[in-house]
Nanobody, 127 residues
Framework: QVQLVESGGGLVQAGGSLRLSCTAS????????MGWFRQAPGKAREFVAT????????YYADSVKGRFTISRDNAKNTVYLQMNSLKPEDTAVYYC????????????????????WGQGTQVTVSS
């Protein structure tokens, strides 16, 4: 009953920046955590970043720490991923995900931990 739609993907040169957005609609009741994952051809979907309901708690994969920033606007039901200093290895389809409820003491980094997924947006970084 929840729909997630990503936008903002595209083609950029190495070292460039891109900002992804994901908006949730439908029956989004109570609080929820949001996350970003990515998947390259022939590879498993991997965790990128997550943010808790209040926006204070964030967690990143080691591969993107210091380069990517996740944020959210609950009034707009939207989560963002600001990607700076992009590398060719960042090339992938990026997916946003929603998990119902909130865990204060832990972050969710597994695909199976999330309840709803967007269709994905392609990010291509050229060298």
């Amino acid at each position: 009953q929840v729909q997630l739609v990503e936008s903002g993907g595209g083609l950029v040169q190495a070292g460039g920046s891109l900002r992804l957005s994901c908006t949730a609609s439908g029956r989004t009741f109570s609080v929820y955590d949001m996350g970003w994952f990515r998947q390259a051809p022939g590879k498993a979907r991997e965790f990128v970043a997550t943010i808790k309901w209040g926006g204070e708690g964030t967690y990143y994969a080691d591969s993107v720490k210091g380069r990517f920033t996740i944020s959210r606007d609950n009034a707009k039901n939207t989560v963002y991923l600001q990607m700076n200093s992009l590398k060719p290895e960042d090339t992938a389809v990026y997916y946003c995900a929603l998990r119902q409820g909130i865990s204060v003491r832990s972050y969710h980094v597994e695909v199976r931990d999330y309840d709803y997924w967007g269709q994905g947006t392609q990010v291509t970084v050229s060298s």
